[in-house]
């Protein structure tokens, strides 16, 4: 016999033709094979595995890249700039004005001379300076340092919220790859149970539709394996959203248990003194900017002079050739006395104030439902684990040893396997409430300084 071999793709196959065909041959071309593998980059030996990520490692990447996050700290730049602008001081005017020119060209000489700066032109340069008085500036600045705080707090809000909501999309993800799991897992079960169904039915023990509703069932389980897998993707391609990757894929793999995260303990609220949730100072500062735009609206009903200083060239004079001239110019408040801005102003400081009322009562309404919702997740889980699922295994184990020795019927073995799944896919849902309540229980909590959120000056 002779033989060939030919590569298709990262794969050998040899075909076996008249005269013989050696090993040392098909040896020495599947190495050659590996060997151009590896220099390509491509490891043919194996299957790619997928990268792994820790709830950590998706926590400091969404910090870094993630959009909205990322849009909130623009907030804080667009508010240090606004602080710029309310410390820089109104531009001066300077204007050159030069008239008595004779439009009839007979020349406008004097006794000094002919030359532009002698005849008889009235030139006149001014420089005015506007100045704004009673705490205008005061009131902006003042403002704007609010505006700050706010914008520092928002983004720090934002801040709670991500690690909220990746941490609960990377429990989501651990559920549906759990849930994918513990469906294969049972599917496997059933198979098993087939091959003896099919033994005992080639004995006469069974009937042929029991051995086939053995079967179907195995099959349900593996077709809701698949689709868990679906969903285990999809949740794993919110997390990469939430981590700001372009173009997510879901190609990784949970480096956490669903169990570890489980057990972990929500933080305890801090004892700081002053401390407050993010989104709470956000609204104390939102009140006090309003708070400085009411008084400076109606400081605005001050009206603010203009000093000018002029010099005025009109030879031959007299008095004399060059004088000075001093002037201070405001507008009158007889028409306008602000009152609409002033209005506006007033509105918007009572709407900031019933937004922090709103927000204090949403506080203490998250920490307690939070509460509640973490203590009832910790009890569910601890008694699936305990409990509920120890016996249900046992159940299982139990008919399904008396089924193969005769013992039990088709209808007790299917509706142990189906009880069995139901609580195993019940324990993960458990467990992944107590990580998610946790996650919740933390957010609420999370808290912070004035202090820490105010810029130095």
Request: charged share 25%.
């Amino acid at each position: 016999m002779e033989g060939r071999c030919l590569r298709m793709g990262n794969k050998l196959k040899c075909d076996l033709l008249p005269g013989a065909i050696s090993f040392a041959t098909v040896f020495v071309f599947a190495l050659s094979l590996q060997a151009e593998g590896t220099e390509s980059g491509v490891d043919i030996s194996r299957p790619a595995q997928p990268r792994t990520l820790t709830l950590a490692e998706v926590k400091q990447t969404a910090l870094e890249r993630n959009w909205d996050l990322l849009a909130a700290k623009s907030g804080i730049d667009a508010a240090t700039a606004q602080l710029i602008v309310t410390k820089e001081y109104p531009n001066p005017i300077v204007s050159l004005t030069t008239m008595k020119i004779d439009a009839h060209g007979q020349g406008n000489g004097t006794t000094l001379g002919n030359s532009f700066w002698n005849r008889s032109y009235d030139t006149i340069a001014a420089v005015s300076q506007l100045v704004e008085i009673g705490g205008k500036r005061g009131q902006r600045q003042a403002s704007a340092r609010s505006g700050i705080v706010g914008a520092r707090a928002r983004f720090y809000d934002a801040r709670r919220l991500l690690d909220q909501g990746v941490t609960k999309a990377y429990v989501a993800a651990l559920l549906a790859q759990e849930n994918m799991r513990t469906l294969r897992e049972s599917a496997q079960l059933l198979q098993r149970e087939a091959g003896i169904a099919e033994i005992r039915f080639k004995a006469g023990d069974i009937s042929d539709s029991d051995r086939k509703q053995i079967e179907i069932n195995a099959g349900r389980f593996e077709l809701d394996a698949r689709t868990a897998e679906v969903t285990a993707a999809s949740a794993r391609i919110t997390v990469e959203v939430l981590m700001g990757i372009e173009h997510p894929r879901g190609d990784w793999a949970p480096g956490n248990s669903l169990d570890e995260l489980a057990v972990s303990s929500a933080r305890a609220s801090t004892s700081k003194p002053g401390a407050f949730r993010p989104d709470l100072l956000a609204a104390e500062a939102d009140l006090r900017k309003s708070q400085f735009d009411l008084k400076l609206q109606k400081a605005l009903r001050i009206p603010d002079p203009t000093f000018l200083v002029q010099y005025e060239r009109n030879p031959p004079g007299p008095p004399g050739p060059d004088t000075v001239g001093l002037g201070v110019s405001f507008p009158l408040p007889l028409w306008n006395r602000n009152g609409g801005a002033i209005r506006a102003a007033q509105t918007a400081q009572a709407q900031a104030a019933l937004q922090v009322g709103k927000v204090q009562a949403q506080v203490v309404s998250e920490i307690t439902t939070a509460e509640l919702a973490y203590n009832d997740a910790l009890e569910r889980r601890q008694r699936y684990l305990t409990q509920i699922r120890p016996k249900s295994e046992q159940v299982r184990k139990t008919l399904a040893f008396a089924y193969e020795k005769g013992g039990a019927s088709l209808v007790d073995l299917l509706t142990a396997e189906r009880d069995d799944n139901e609580v195993r896919l019940a324990t993960a849902q458990a467990m992944s409430d107590s990580a998610m309540a946790a996650a919740d229980l933390a957010a609420a909590r999370t808290v912070f300084t004035e202090a820490e959120l105010t810029p130095p000056k």
